[in-house]
DNA sequence: TTGAAAGCGCTAACAC
DNA sequence: GTGTTAGCGCTTTCAA
């Protein structure tokens, strides 16, 4: 590897006047300049950035951590945020914490390690301390989801009023009896859908009777499968159900088809997100549908934004909340 | 961030103590050890990687070129890569190259001057010249698609054999005019996999007429959606359809549900990989599985064993090769 | 068993 | 306009 004290010996010059010619330093001649440039060239002189790094440049690197990529969903999501930081210039470096807290520290310690510029991270439910500790150590913006103890800058979607749109709309239909499979309220996101659900039905002067919620692990299909049994197998089974996350539906999309349940005559069913190929399901899939690739998008600018404005920039608290839309196809009628 | 110096002063020891304590350097006490380890956690202390890189230390990131992480092939992939490298303790680096060889290149220098310490490539068709300058720099893989260009190590499937299968049980149900929906020759892959559907179809003695055979760009969901239409418009349409690409049977899936047209009635459709929602589309689509997750994974875990052999370790050209398998479903159905 | 000090390649403050 | 020097955080001699 050549070094700029190799470039500086091949020219008869000190390693700084290199240093400065290849930064095109104004103190530097021109003549200079230009034989500095053609040494290095020749020589084949790149500069090493770990050393670069060292006097404090900061990296042009940027973390990334989503749950699982082989989720549409949050691949979805690393897509548009790859696209919005490569656009420009940056570099992204990925984590997928599947959910647990100790592989999302391992990814920190990484991100950390390698001196990435800023991180943007859907975090697991319940960070460990030290994972918080890493992280608010650098720029960070929480996406989706959100926990306390991290920064207060967050970019997500209106969780309750998308919720709340799916079970009103069931509401109108006429239904009645309407289940709710959804994940634990330990993510935030969990809570505040099962909020909109029970809002919804609040309102309506309808009641919430346990049986009809069903609650389960965020990433996980089986839990939407699982509940979809569960339901069908009740007394008195509901005639419509809101699923209240894309995996969750999923599992409950199988399963229907696997029971045969005859989709929307006996049951009504709203989705949540709109993945690809749910337009076909059974009679099509109504649905709640999410911005998130330009929620994704405006998230890393707003990152890049903030660390353009240099680590004194004091940001306040910032949230941006975007809303789902009701997408009506054949999986749902009125009673 | 907290530096080993910080560690030292707060226990009380020197630099050095700090640093072999942290690499269990035999000579350090167990005593000094525990205190050591103990107060580097509570201070949230991570080595910077800079200064060790420095000190001739290779970096721990692998770079990843994908096409298009909005595509849930290449998520797939990408999910994959992750996993195997985090487990071995490596990051990742991500870049999408959109199928564009500048975006690509992009890619590629913001990888070398990052010092990766290698790189895993869906290469474009036609990488620049600087882009296989700079991957060649570095210890590299090619994954599914294989250029001249790069160094001759590549895991993909076995492109020609999978379309021929596809195109074998057509011909076996009985059916003599089949289309074919796939990449242009201007990929490998592409060419690849337009050799099974012709080889197939010369064995058994059955003409492919031009009308017949569309050829279209890798990404492209338009492309399976306008050849369908095209097909369907033929004077004398085709009675079975093979799709060569995971876009091109994406795109012809829709426009088939939106022309109505009867699968396997009318039409018997062969799809290209197993995505989420092909099993429940109309009858079931019959597909050609691809082993994508174990291609993915061995893939990393052969550059990782290649980096740890050290850079003077000589390999000879290595490619692997993986079947894909079909799935029988409903969309498919002799004549 | 631990400490002191050198030095990796680069940049920037300070000479001249 | 160019050179000298210090030091980023770490590992690794060399001392003690």
Same mark, same amino acid.
């Given at each position: 590897m050549t070094t700029a004290r190799d470039v500086a010996a091949a020219v008869? @010059? &000190?390693v700084s006047t290199v240093g400065r010619a290849l930064s095109d330093d104004p103190r530097i001649s021109d003549a200079t300049k230009a034989r500095v440039i053609a040494a290095a060239e020749t020589m084949?002189? =790149?500069a090493n950035r770990a050393a670069r790094m060292m006097r404090g440049a900061s990296s042009d690197v *940027? %973390? =990334? *951590? =989503?749950? !699982?990529l082989s989720n549409g969903f949050y691949a979805t999501i690393a897509h548009a @945020? &790859?696209?919005a930081l490569t656009s420009n210039n940056w570099q992204l470096m990925l984590g997928e914490s599947? !959910? !647990?807290p100790r592989i999302e520290r391992r990814h920190a310690r990484g991100f950390v390690s390698a001196q990435v510029a800023g991180a943007i991270v859907v975090p697991t439910a319940r960070p460990a301390p030290e994972t918080v500790q890493l992280l608010t150590s650098l720029p960070h913006v929480q996406l989706l989801r959100r926990v306390g103890q991290l920064k207060p800058y967050w970019f997500g979607i209106d969780d309750t009023g998308a919720i709340r749109q799916a079970t009103e709309h069931l509401i109108t239909s006429g239904h009645r009896r309407i289940g709710f499979v959804g994940g634990t309220p330990d993510l935030p996101t969990g809570a505040a859908r099962q909020r909109g659900y029970r809002e919804a039905l609040a309102d309506a002067g309808i009641p919430a009777p346990d049986e009809l919620v069903l609650l389960g692990p965020p990433l996980s299909m089986d839990h939407g499968r699982a509940a979809v049994a569960r339901l069908l197998a009740l007394q008195d089974p509901?005639? %419509?159900?809101v699923t209240a996350s894309v995996q969750a539906t999923r599992g409950v999309l199988e399963e229907l088809l696997r029971h045969e349940v005859a989709v929307p005559q006996d049951l009504s069913v709203v989705g949540f997100g709109d993945e690809p190929g749910w337009s076909w399901w059974g009679p099509g899939l109504t649905t709640i549908a999410l911005p998130i690739q330009q929620l994704a998008a405006t998230c890393a600018l707003w990152l890049l934004d903030r660390l353009a404005a240099g680590p004194d920039a004091h940001t306040a608290a910032y949230s941006s909340v975007s809303s789902g839309e009701l997408v009506l196809r054949g999986s749902t009628r009125g009673i």
């Open positions: 008869g @010059l &000190s084949g002189y =790149v *940027i %973390a =990334v *951590i =989503v749950p !699982d @945020l &790859s696209g599947a !959910d !647990d509901p005639t %419509a159900l």
